[in-house]
């Protein structure tokens, strides 16, 4: 893998007040660790202003400002390198069984060409990842990742319970097209069939005589697919391709938008659920079906979790004042001088005039309407927790 050049590989640092999230810029210092994507050159030439790292890749955050890039992926459509979202492929007569054994998601009865959202939980009933999982053949599935190496896990399930599967990661790269004319764009490279796909299922395409798996998900709400790149070579034609084909459509490079994704309730592993988290604790009860779901090695522990009852939960929260200085670290809550949670993602909310956040929130205080008070770096600000997500 080449290494990183440095131009425009930038971190959010700690500082004062930016356009880039209320927080100043460093240089990453290129490594062989940190691997290129397919897409970065052309990423580059887009003018990617800030990054992240995720899953040991760059991921793109901002190209103009976190405000431009919130319009223009809600009014046009984005092409998104998310080749960070890495595949983890498990082939042979164990895949299935293996998959089950690290989700307490029922994954016996579905399709090839289904996607699920799964929480990918240990045997104790905390989170390791929570990926979309999708089934390619009655042999072979991908779990497609949020930032966690749970490869390593199920390479230590396969070998520890001597199962009949091979696991690894393909030369595999995302790229997201999303917006609302995303099915415009997609259907003048790849034809109208695109159409035909439901949301959360996949089909393949051709491109240039190599089949794409073509998912309809992505982490956005605005609508839009995203398409498997098989084979890094391949990933900059079909980049240079919905370029070409969207110029009149306003199409330009993006990525996941902070704003967009709070107001849309969209979990961060890592960042809103961590190893610390039970799935209910994220709100994830209704992905959990630990009655049929017999082979998840977790089973046991999540049943006794189940009967307890989470003691906080992911719960949406506006924060009062001016905006709000970037989420570096968890901000503590209290109601009455009482420890009441965290928040863990936060900014300032263009269509919705004011800050919007994620926390984990005590059961005693997370009802819709409980004001609180969050401890920021640069002070106190009144909060109220919210019933639902913006969107």
């Not at 009865?109 to 939980?121: E, F, I, R, S, W």
């Not at 070579?233 to 306003?250: F, H, I």
């Not at 979790?305 to 570096?328: F, N, T, W």
């Not at 009441?340 to 984990?360: H, K, L, Q, R």
Request: aromatic share 10%; glycine share 10%.
């Amino acid at each position: 893998m080449t290494v990183v050049p440095p131009k425009f590989v930038r971190l959010i640092g700690k500082g004062r007040a930016s356009d880039v999230g209320g927080m100043t810029s460093s240089v990453l210092a290129p490594t062989i660790r940190l691997r290129r994507t397919p897409f970065w050159d052309r990423v580059e030439r887009a003018g990617v202003q800030v990054v992240s790292i995720y899953n040991h890749m760059l991921m793109p955050c901002m190209f103009e400002s976190p405000e431009e890039d919130y319009r223009h992926l809600k009014g046009h459509v984005q092409v998104w390198d998310v080749s960070c979202e890495r595949q983890v492929r498990l082939r042979g007569p164990d895949a299935q069984r293996l998959a089950q054994m690290m989700t307490p998601r029922w994954v016996g009865d579905m399709d090839a060409g289904q996607c699920l959202y799964v929480p990918a939980v240990d045997r104790n009933g905390f989170m390791l990842n929570d990926p979309v999982l999708l089934k390619l053949a009655a042999d072979q599935f991908w779990f497609s990742l949020a930032d966690s190496d749970l490869l390593l896990y199920a390479l230590g399930i396969a070998g520890g319970a001597g199962l009949d599967v091979e696991v690894d990661e393909p030369d595999i790269s995302p790229l997201g097209v999303q917006g609302p004319k995303a099915g415009e764009l997609m259907s003048r490279v790849f034809g109208h069939e695109i159409y035909r796909i439901p949301f959360f299922r996949f089909g393949f395409v051709q491109f240039n005589g190599i089949r794409h798996a073509v998912s309809r998900s992505g982490f956005s709400k605005q609508g839009g697919f995203e398409i498997y790149v098989d084979g890094a070579e391949n990933g900059v034609p079909v980049w240079d391709a919905l370029m070409e084909a969207g110029r009149d459509l306003g199409v330009r490079a993006g990525g996941p938008n902070y704003a967009e994704r709070i107001e849309a309730g969209l979990l961060s592993y890592g960042s809103d659920i961590t190893r610390e988290n039970t799935p209910h604790e994220a709100g994830l009860s209704r992905f959990c079906d630990t009655e049929r779901s017999k082979e998840f090695l977790g089973r046991e522990s999540l049943l006794r979790l189940e009967s307890e009852g989470p003691k906080r939960q992911i719960r949406c929260v506006s924060i009062d004042g001016d905006k709000v200085p970037a989420c570096d670290r968890p901000w503590r809550a209290t109601a009455g001088r009482r420890f009441a949670g965290t928040i863990t993602s936060a900014t300032w909310s263009p269509d919705f005039e004011t800050n919007v956040a994620i926390g984990m929130i005590e059961a005693e205080h997370w009802d819709p309407g409980t004001r609180l008070v969050i401890e920021l770096p640069d002070g106190s600000r009144t909060a109220t927790v919210r019933g639902n997500f913006y969107i």
